[in-house]
């Protein structure tokens, strides 16, 4: 069991499966890049199995959540989907992706075990998403997020966020789109992820705005609180359902008493949050041919360790040490 002072047990991992990304949105990083990792730092397919393996059977872990970067970048996913699939008992995976490599591996995903995907799509305008991610690529988008309804990866859930003075007025179409095509639409608050640093906290788009420009159109019926659980989505019922859509207010209301995640990322460290500042190198571990027993101790010790506030420095967010894409978001 992964389980901190605070008596919080995480059950969620989430694994970043490589740094790079092929799009540049705004918030993320800047438009030249980064710098990226040396294939030798990142963690191999096996070693990638062996410790989801390792979180599965020895300390609780019961979702699995492939992150990146952008992880359909990955050459070894499918693979290692099925690896995953395999495992007794087997965890409920999921994937988060920017969907422009979907419409070709949406089948072979659902075929090798994958259960769901989500899909960041900030705007249903091509030229603001070109603006917002630098690239050209929205009709990629909009046919991946197709091809995975097909392919049954569902509930196929849409990340939205928004930017002042770019999609801050779409909040009632993209809902309106969601429900048309039989999508789940979360909207997330922007936070300091962006490798510039710069986020600010003033003009922000703020859940109460996002809410507000949706009872412009909607009449929504919050589920409470019983119906959430540890997830990070507060939801409402759109129109007396059935559906549903969901806000995460990282800034404006934190839900770090509730969290149950551990995070990988690519390059084989533990974080406790992606606000942390520190992390614990599980990849010096596997690449010293120590036991599974031990590399699971050191799992414990990480997760025992965890703040209250999981990196959170109230009233305002501490900059991550590094960029969203080595982490996972």
Request: contains cysteine; proline residues 5%; aromatic residues 4%.
């Amino acid at each position: 069991m992964l389980i901190d002072t605070y008596g919080r047990v995480a059950t969620d991992l989430r694994v970043s499966l490589t740094d790079r990304c092929n799009l540049r949105c705004t918030y993320c990083m800047p438009e030249e890049g980064l710098q990226w990792l040396a294939k030798t730092d990142l963690l191999t397919d096996d070693e990638i199995v062996r410790l989801i393996g390792i979180a599965v059977t020895s300390l609780g872990v019961e979702e699995v959540r492939f992150t990146g970067g952008e992880p359909l970048l990955r050459p070894g996913l499918v693979g290692i989907v099925e690896r995953v699939a395999a495992l007794e008992p087997r965890p409920q995976m999921s994937l988060t992706t920017n969907g422009i490599g979907l419409k070709r591996t949406a089948a072979a995903l659902k075929a090798a075990g994958l259960d769901r995907v989500n899909v960041s799509l900030d705007t249903l305008r091509p030229d603001v998403f070109k603006t917002l991610t630098r690239r050209d690529r929205h009709k990629d988008v909009i046919e991946g997020l197709h091809a995975a309804r097909e392919a049954g990866l569902t509930p196929v859930k849409v990340n939205s966020v928004l930017m002042p003075g770019l999609n801050d007025d779409e909040a009632p179409d993209l809902l309106a789109w969601a429900v048309e095509h039989d999508y789940e639409l979360r909207f997330i608050e922007q936070m300091p992820l962006d490798a510039q640093h710069g986020w600010k906290r003033d003009g922000m788009i703020t859940a109460g705005d996002i809410l507000a420009s949706l009872r412009t159109r909607f009449e929504l019926t919050e589920e409470g609180s019983q119906a959430r659980g540890s997830a990070p989505a507060e939801r409402w019922i759109v129109d007396g359902g059935p559906h549903r859509v969901g806000v995460i207010a990282s800034v404006t209301r934190p839900f770090c008493a509730a969290c149950d995640r551990t995070r990988l990322t690519a390059d084989g460290q533990i974080r406790t949050c992606l606000f942390a500042r520190e992390e614990t190198d599980l990849r010096a571990a596997l690449r010293s041919d120590v036991p599974d027993e031990e590399i699971a101790r050191i799992w414990r010790e990480a997760m025992w360790g965890k703040k209250a506030g999981a990196g959170l420095d109230a009233p305002t967010f501490v900059q991550p040490d590094r960029p969203m894409s080595a982490i996972g978001g």
